[in-house]
């Protein structure tokens, strides 16, 4: 067992993950939908989905400064970009997956402080694994790498694909929404293409 770990996060105080109740919940909602959470195949059920959603949302238990710790001065001070990096979240209305991928840029600090390329790979994993919206997933990022990096500037540009809108509801499967983050000089319209046209090219 690891020990409970208890944050501030940007809507409050985060709890620590309580197993149990997760169990509880889950044998609860079994119950709801007309099954027999005694029958065989379920009997494990309730453990299983509280360890998955342990997972699924460790992010709220971690905070970006706890990743984008090794940084270096390597004196860079164009952008670094890194593209294509997965990302499996869980909506928040509906607690059903979103994803797709992320592609993350900034324009470091004129110290030219920089990070670990993984290290930005773990930043958007960190604001994954929480309840979200994927505008507020997208910003989330952003506002990070310009608050720990000092950056200069920063890009986050998010396509994915929800589960609400694909397995009920309007039920649109393929439909995906793309959402944006620029801050700082990576505002310049110049800039600002340029990151964009390294993003599209394939
Ligand atoms: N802006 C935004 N909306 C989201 C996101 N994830 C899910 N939604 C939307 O949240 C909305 C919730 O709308 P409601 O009308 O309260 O819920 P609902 O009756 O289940 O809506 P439908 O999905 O239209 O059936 C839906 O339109 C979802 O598509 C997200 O990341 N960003
Ligand atoms: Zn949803």
């Known amino acids: 067992m690891t020990d409970p770990v208890t944050l501030t996060g940007d809507e409050g105080t985060i709890g620590e993950f309580d197993e149990k109740r997760a169990q509880a919940a889950v044998r609860e909602l079994l119950i709801a939908v007309g ?11 309730p453990a299983r989905v509280a360890r998955a ?3 699924i949302l460790a992010g709220l238990r971690q905070e970006p400064e706890d990743v984008l710790t090794t940084t270096f001065d390597l004196g860079h001070d ?22 797709g991928v992320a592609h993350v840029g900034y324009i470091p600090a004129e110290s030219g402080k920089i990070t670990g390329l993984s290290k930005l790979a773990r930043l958007v994993e960190v604001y994954a694994r929480r309840p ?11 506002d990070s790498l310009m608050r720990i990096l000092e950056a200069r500037g920063a890009i986050v540009v ?26 700082g000089q990576l505002r310049d319209p110049a800039t600002r293409s340029e990151a964009m046209s390294l993003i599209i090219a394939r």
């Open 35 to 45: 099954e027999d959470p005694d029958r065989e195949g379920l009997l494990e059920t």
């Open 53 to 55: 959603y342990r997972e």
């Open 78 to 99: 164009e952008m670094v970009l890194v593209k294509d990096i997965e990302i499996v979240s869980l909506c928040e209305h509906h607690l059903l997956p979103f994803h």
């Open 132 to 142: 979200q919206v994927q505008e507020r997933l997208t910003t989330q990022i952003a």
């Open 158 to 183: 998010i396509e994915a694909e929800h589960m609400c809108m694909s397995v009920r509801g309007i039920r649109k499967p393929g439909a995906k929404t793309t959402t944006s983050a620029v801050r």
